[in-house]
């Protein structure tokens, strides 16, 4: 689909009514096209003599029939200074979908296509003006919900995580040309020395491709929320944490066991990271037919949280229903809390402890642990987080997969290298970890890479 040398069009704006419309137009005819149809009031000068980065006022005049369809102000971008390299225009018309239609409509007429979803954006990646991530952080910008998700597109967008790649790469080409230089001489061994450098420097790049693919999980978090549910047998004091966590009596809490018979989901936030925690219904065999269908909910959000927090009570001794849920949670990222802190223990000695991570005993009553919990809950998830992590992250899957990729050949690579096998099948490896980091920042791309990439995107952009 890629013809660059066609004149495109879009409404640029979204659908609706609004202060103005915007009608953009890129490619070699945009100047010819929209001086055709624009009347310029005051100056009298048309837009062939425009300079670049200026704005014009006047009227957009039907070319067939002369009507005056909106009054206008047009914006110049002359090539390569422009979102897309080419010549560019915006229409700036009134907001009314009646007047943007009747523009773009008549823009058409003068011979311009419309574009494609992605098409500008397509072209500006095209041209050689954005890489690949960058143009995904365009389209992650004008999907970003939170202030959290817009910093980390406006990051991607400046070129940070392009960078960082490309640094990889050029590391990776080092490595490969050496050993591609040794291919053709095989006389000359390979000094212990110099295996011993190529494989700690393709050590350093492989834990670096991989704390990028991990920021992958943290940058979702960030986006969609963590789901965190709250599960234990009835009366241990699930909803009194989700009331003392939301500080506001959210969820009943009685003293009787099977109290909550449904799911609650309430939203939270701890240092930007946005949570949906959910408090179930008590976990325990016995029950009647609207409690079994309460735990039958309970296990679902067990199941499908993306992490845990599994309360026990603190002033009891452990109970069957108790062992029961610790098997239920198996290997799911949890967080072990001990509640009723404030009250005697009677769980300290509890085999319940044996062997398992760190217990953190709080207490919904007096506020204790809740801090730590919070935190707990941060780290888990987030630990490479702020620290060391400069602005790069990976946003989407097509990223995450192909750091993935170039991991998993880099990791071949090393114990190719280590078990003194032939470099030609190290070079290969080698490859095939720059092809795949060179597939994410789009030095080797494909049409159907594209075509998926883009087709995500809006009209307009
Ligand atoms: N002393 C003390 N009592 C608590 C604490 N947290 C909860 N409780 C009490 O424990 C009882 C049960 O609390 P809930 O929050 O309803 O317990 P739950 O786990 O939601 O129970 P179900 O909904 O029945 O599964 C109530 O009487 C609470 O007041 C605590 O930290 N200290
Ligand atoms: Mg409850």
């Given at each position: 689909m890629d013809y660059l040398d066609d004149t495109i069009t879009a409404i640029s704006t979204p659908v609706g009514q609004g202060g103005i419309g915007i009608v953009r137009i890129s490619g070699p005819e945009a100047f010819r096209i929209a001086g055709g149809m624009f009347r310029p009031r005051r100056t009298g000068r048309g837009l062939d003599s425009a300079r670049t980065f200026t704005?014009?006022?006047?009227?957009?005049?039907?070319?067939?029939?002369?009507?005056?369809?909106?009054?206008?102000?047009?914006?110049?971008?002359?090539?390569?200074?422009?979102?897309?390299?080419?010549d560019v225009?915006?229409?700036?018309?009134?907001?009314?979908?009646?007047?943007?239609?009747?523009?773009?409509?008549?823009?058409?007429?003068?011979?311009?296509?419309?574009?494609?979803?992605?098409?500008?954006?397509r072209r500006a990646f095209l041209n050689g003006r954005i890489s690949l991530p960058q143009a995904e952080a365009v389209m992650d910008l004008i999907s970003a919900r939170t202030d959290e998700s817009r910093r980390i597109a406006v990051d991607q967008l400046r070129g940070r995580l392009s960078g960082k790649l490309e640094a990889l790469r050029h590391a990776l080409i080092e490595i490969a040309a050496f050993a591609e230089?040794?291919?053709?001489?095989?006389?000359?061994?390979?000094?212990?020395?110099?295996?011993?450098?190529?494989?700690?420097?393709?050590?350093?790049?492989?834990?670096?491709?991989?704390?990028?693919?991990?920021?992958?999980?943290?940058?979702?978090?960030?986006?969609?929320?963590?789901?965190?549910?709250?599960?234990?047998?009835?009366?241990?004091?699930?909803?009194?944490?989700?009331?003392?966590?939301?500080?506001?009596?959210?969820?009943i809490v009685t003293e009787l066991p099977?109290?909550?018979?449904?799911?609650?989901?309430?939203?939270?936030?701890?240092?930007?990271?946005?949570?949906?925690?959910?408090?179930?219904?008590?976990?325990?065999?016995?029950?009647?037919?609207?409690?079994?269908?309460?735990?039958?909910?309970?296990?679902?959000?067990?199941?499908?949280?993306?992490?845990?927090?599994?309360v026990f009570d603190g002033s009891e001794a452990a109970q069957t229903d108790d062992h029961e849920l610790l098997r239920m949670i198996g290997g799911k990222k949890t967080v072990f809390v001990i509640n009723k802190s404030d009250l005697p223990s009677r769980l300290a000695s509890d085999d319940l402890q044996k062997g398992r991570q760190r217990w953190l005993k709080i207490s919904t009553l007096t506020g204790e642990g809740l801090e730590e919990l919070k935190t707990e809950i941060f780290t888990m998830h987030c630990e490479h987080w702020h620290e060391d992590r400069q602005g790069v992250v990976v946003t989407n899957l097509r990223q995450k997969l192909s750091l993935d990729r170039a991991a998993a050949a880099l990791?071949?690579?090393?114990?190719?290298?280590?078990?003194?096998?032939?470099?030609?099948?190290?070079?290969?490896?080698?490859?095939?970890?720059?092809?795949?980091?060179?597939?994410?920042?789009?030095?080797?791309?494909?049409?159907?890479?594209?075509?998926?990439?883009?087709?995500?995107?809006?009209?307009?952009k």
């Open positions: 704005m014009h006022y006047g009227e957009v005049i039907d070319p067939l029939t002369r009507e005056v369809i909106d009054e206008v102000i047009v914006s110049v971008m002359r090539a390569p200074h422009s979102y897309t390299r080419e225009v915006e229409i700036n018309c009134h907001g009314g979908m009646a007047a943007v239609r009747r523009t773009l409509e008549a823009v058409v007429g003068q011979g311009a296509r419309l574009a494609a979803p992605g098409e500008f954006t230089a040794h291919i053709d001489f095989p006389e000359e061994e390979i000094e212990l020395r110099t295996e011993q450098e190529m494989t700690s420097r393709l050590e350093v790049i492989v834990r670096e491709v991989g704390e990028l693919s991990r920021t992958f999980d943290e940058a979702r978090f960030f986006r969609e929320g963590l789901s965190v549910a709250i599960v234990g047998r009835p009366n241990v004091g699930k909803s009194s944490l989700l009331n003392a966590l939301l500080k506001r009596d959210r969820a099977g109290t909550t018979r449904d799911t609650i989901e309430e939203c939270l936030n701890i240092n930007g990271l946005p949570l949906r925690i959910i408090d179930t219904a008590g976990i325990r065999q016995a029950g009647e037919v609207i409690e079994k269908e309460g735990i039958r909910r309970s296990l679902d959000a067990l199941d499908t949280a993306d992490c845990v927090l599994a990791t071949n690579a090393i114990a190719l290298l280590s078990e003194k096998r032939p470099l030609e099948i190290f070079s290969i490896e080698l490859r095939e970890a720059l092809d795949s980091i060179g597939e994410l920042t789009g030095a080797v791309t494909n049409e159907m890479i594209l075509d998926r990439i883009f087709s995500e995107f809006c009209i307009g």
